[in-house]
């Protein structure tokens, strides 16, 4: 196996440095992605073709075949891009390739770490003496947090659940909205409590939470313990819970209360949309990713408990060959789901670093602008129909040409939303809304303007219209 590390690295930066260059002005997705999908190689070869041929392919046929979700035209799902120093730090960690388990495995990935979680704590508005930790997403963050609020939920019983499982205890009360993401069931059927273990109190079709109803049944449980949900940044409209309300309840019926806040922890950012949030920082456990509006690249997320010392519990892996946990150092493997650990903490630690909470601040604001820049024009437009308030970055629309029957709407936005995928000049998908097929760009990546999101209404009333006239008799 001969070292062409150089040759290689020096090939990729180039190939790497096109893309980027590349990016604001090539459509999101090319016409030809799935034929370049589909002609990489997929017989595994006896021989190998070298590291250079290797590369050469994975560059002509695999760049075609990427979607550029990190430019700015991507509106799909909620997705940043990777900000200069994100990426650049990222590239690093590569190269570095540190396992961030403990301090002795890696001191750089440990202390950047605990710096960038003292970090996010302060621009967040979190507590200082909370703990926190890095995770590959919010999935995995619900996972780290939730797993301390199952053990606080079982010492209620008088059972250690880390130590002897849940049998023989009642099942788990767990309360939200109708605004409560899949992420968090998921996290849910990890831990053994189960998905259809939460009950969800809506006040209508979109989701809102019912807080008469979510009292009711937390007075129902007559003292016991229960774990409330709160969703920061739904993500058909970019919506809030109560949490402000919800951390009244959680203190008044002595329930653990937990805040989902994947993109919409950023709305503490700003003093325009800060006290969306406020209430927060009374809630036991936060999670959220830093892939989205933190713009650093796949994968991150980050957990927040205020009893940090209740994860060794849970998590600490022991072995004659691994370190126990220290007292005079954090050694995150101990702390979360992962043991080999990717030291993802360069690439937030350089970010924050490199534009600090002013940075950020103007970026969210910034983004503020633009969704109200799409409303202003779904708004004016006659073809277009905005069905929800538009509180931080997503706008809620659908497509409704003059003339056509209520009955057909949907099937015309379902139509769309292929068509716009396809189209690939922008990317943004459809969802359901109180009953209704609609878009739902959401706006988070640092490259993102003005022209971007004027083309993404240009685009979807274009195509619309003519989806909309191939459709008339």
């Not at 499982?165 to 767990?174: D, E, F, M, N, T």
């Not at 998905?195 to 449980?221: C, I, M």
Request: include cysteine.
């Amino acid at each position: 196996m001969q070292d062409d590390t150089r040759e290689a690295l020096a090939f990729v930066s180039r190939a790497a440095m096109r893309y980027v260059e590349e990016l604001d002005r090539q459509q999101v997705r090319l016409p030809n992605a799935d034929e370049a999908a589909w002609a990489m190689p997929a017989e595994f070869p006896e021989e190998g073709a070298g590291t250079i041929p290797a590369l050469e392919t994975l560059v002509r046929g695999g760049i075609d075949a990427a979607v550029r979700s990190s430019g700015p035209r991507f509106f799909h799902f909620v997705q940043g891009g990777g900000t200069p120093a994100a990426l650049a730090a990222d590239w690093l960690a590569s190269t570095l390739d540190q396992n961030s388990f403990t301090w002795v495995a890696s001191p750089l990935g440990t202390r950047l770490e605990k710096i960038s979680i003292d970090w996010l704590n302060e621009l967040f508005g979190l507590p200082p003496e909370w703990g926190g930790i890095l995770t590959t997403a919010t999935t995995t963050a619900h996972v780290t947090a939730l797993a301390a609020a199952r053990q606080w939920w079982a010492e209620q019983h008088g059972v250690d659940v880390d130590e002897q499982g849940l049998s023989g205890l009642p099942p788990v009360p767990i309360f939200s909205s109708g605004y409560l993401h899949t992420t968090a069931r998921k996290a849910l059927a990890i831990l053994g409590i189960g998905r259809s273990r939460v009950r969800t109190f809506a006040a209508d079709t979109t989701g809102r939470l019912d807080v008469d109803a979510l009292s009711a049944a937390l007075h129902g449980l007559r003292g016991a313990p229960a774990i409330v949900i709160a969703n920061v940044g739904e993500v058909n409209t970019g919506d809030f819970d109560p949490i402000g309300t919800m951390a009244d309840l959680a203190g008044e019926f002595g329930a653990w209360l937990h805040v989902d806040g994947a993109f919409g922890i950023f709305a503490a950012l700003s003093p325009r949309t800060a006290q969306l949030v406020r209430g927060m920082e009374r809630a036991r456990s936060v999670v959220a990713d830093g892939h989205k509006w933190l713009n650093v690249p796949y994968d991150c997320g980050f957990a927040f408990v205020a009893e940090p010392e209740r994860w060794p519990r849970t998590f600490t892996v022991s072995a004659t060959y691994i370190p126990d946990l220290s007292a005079s150092h954090p050694d995150f493997g101990h702390l979360g789901p992962e043991s080999s650990r990717r030291a993802r903490a360069l690439a937030v630690w350089a970010t924050l670093r490199a534009y600090g909470r002013s940075g950020y601040r103007e970026m969210v604001e910034r983004h503020l602008d633009l969704a109200q820049r799409i409303a202003r024009r779904v708004d004016a437009a006659s073809d277009l129909e905005r069905l929800a308030p538009v509180p931080l970055n997503i706008v809620c629309f659908r497509f409704h040409p003059p003339g056509v029957p209520e009955e057909e709407l949907n099937a015309l936005n379902e139509r769309l939303g292929a068509a716009v995928l396809e189209d690939g000049r922008v990317y943004v998908g459809t969802t359901t809304y109180a009953g209704n097929v609609a878009l739902r760009p959401a706006i988070a990546n640092w490259r993102t303007g003005e022209e971007d999101v004027d083309l993404l209404v240009d685009v979807i009333r274009e195509l619309g219209a003519k989806l909309a006239a191939a459709a008339r008799p």
